[in-house]
């Protein structure tokens, strides 16, 4: 068998080839090193490499931002004496209650004195939001008292600083089947206090959000 000589130009095709192929395999064009080396023997054995295969990238979602951002923790005093929601919440000098709550207030009945500290939480409304919405995002048992509500109220009943705001934003109560809100009027200066069927408002950002748990 006759010996063929190698010829310098065919070494240096050889060498531009095996070349691009370690530059492309560096760049993390191959998914593997079997792929770089089965496109290494088809250079070598003259052929055209294989396409490179570039690794597959997965893009996680990125969440969605929460509607609810954390404020503070609300301690509401104990309740030591029988509370009448029917004789709270009625209209009165620094409370006023539109449509007389009588939907919240229909099946409401008093309560007896309990021994403890209550513990709610609050959050701020980061942006314009369903019922729905808001609730997704609290704890299962959210649902507050009526009387804490009250405790809450009469404990800034002149407007004073503390969990509920009292720049004339909301500060929502989910009850059963209802959203309660709270705000203050500085120009009447009182409470005003309403029942929303689930999914009957639009809550703004910036408003409060408080929850049992």
Partial sequence: MKDTTVIDGQLGQLAIK??????????????SMDQVNDALQQVIEGQAPMPPVRKRTIKKAKPEPAILAFHAEVL?????????????????????????????????????????????????????????EIKA?????HEVELWQ???LI????????????????????????FAVSVSWSAGSRGWYVDDWKLGGAYWDADYRVFSRN
């Fill in 18 to 31: 095996q070349n691009e192929l370690f530059r492309r395999a560096k760049e993390g064009h191959y998914a």
């Fill in 76 to 132: 509401v005093q104990p309740l030591l004496e029988s509370f009448n929601p029917h004789e709270f919440f009625k209209d009165r000098q620094g409370l006023y209650l539109w449509n007389d709550m009588q939907r919240v207030l229909k099946d409401a009945k008093p309560v007896e004195p309990a021994q403890g500290t209550a513990k709610l939480r609050s959050f701020d409304l980061t942006k314009n939001a369903y019922d729905r």
């Fill in 137 to 141: 995002e609290l704890p299962e048992n």
């Fill in 149 to 151: 509500i009250a405790k």
């Fill in 154 to 177: 009469d404990a800034q009943k002149n407007g004073e600083d503390g969990p509920l705001l009292t720049n004339g934003y909301a500060n929502i109560f989910y009850v059963a089947g």
